[in-house]
């Protein structure tokens, strides 16, 4: 079946780090889209990009369709970017997203 | 722009009740489009409202139902609430491709 599956779980970071999280999809997409959930819920639109490379700020994201996965990359991350981070696909021939497990990040001071 | 709204933002309800969550959705956008978040989970979509028809419903019972009104603003409504309705409920709104999430309504069934 169609699946969205995001890697890793769960990460722990010292302010100052870089890191890469991965987003693998099992079928053709129409959309795909990061967020960041922050403590009270709300999902907070990082990128809409369900091709190439953008960038904004410390943030940078690429989806290789054809490869059928996407990055996202934290660069000097802070506090403020703890939380979890969903990818969420929109498969050709739906209108629905379908989330992946999402990837649980805590930057360290 | 406000964005997307939802109410309430907490809700508590008995099992067996009926409750009523409402999202209006950012301006020029005119799909509405609701999901359900368990503690611990990605959010699970239950369906989506387009010229006030449901154009794809999620696997969720006849219990969950909807409604979308003119002006492109959006109800979900269940019924007979069970303990494990207890969720973050998201409401999301789109124009064509990117969409927006809302804040949430908790709810907690007791």
């Known amino acids: 079946g169609i699946q969205v599956e995001q890697s890793p779980p769960d990460l722990i970071l010292q302010e100052g780090a870089n890191s890469t999280l991965r987003c693998n999809f099992s079928d053709s997409v129409n959309n795909l889209q990061w967020f960041h959930q922050n403590p009270w819920g709300q999902l907070i639109n990082l990128f809409y990009i369900p091709s190439g490379t953008k960038q904004n700020g410390r943030l940078s994201a690429t989806t290789v369709a054809t490869e059928r996965y996407s990055l996202l990359y934290i660069s000097s991350s802070q506090t403020t970017d703890s939380g979890v981070y969903f990818c969420?696909?929109?498969?050709?021939?739906?209108?629905?997203?379908?989330f992946g497990t999402g990837t649980r990040l805590k930057v360290l001071a | 722009d406000a964005g997307v709204t939802q109410s309430p933002t907490h809700l508590i309800k008995t099992r067996g009740q009926q409750v009523t969550l409402r999202c209006s959705p950012k301006s020029g956008h005119d799909t509405v489009s609701w999901y359900q978040q368990a503690l611990g989970q990605g959010p699970q979509f239950i369906f989506q409202?387009?010229?006030?028809?449901?154009?794809q419903r999620g696997n969720f019972p006849d219990r969950f139902s909807g409604h979308q009104y003119p002006n492109y603003s959006s109800e979900l409504n269940v019924n007979a609430l069970l303990l494990g309705d207890s969720a973050l409920y998201l409401c999301?709104?789109?124009?064509?491709?990117?969409?927006?999430f809302g804040q949430g309504t908790r709810l907690t069934v007791v």
């Open positions: 999301a709104s789109s124009l064509l491709t990117e969409a927006f």
């Open positions: 969420a696909v929109g498969f050709s021939g739906t209108y629905k997203y379908i």
């Open positions: 409202y387009y010229e006030e028809e449901e154009r």
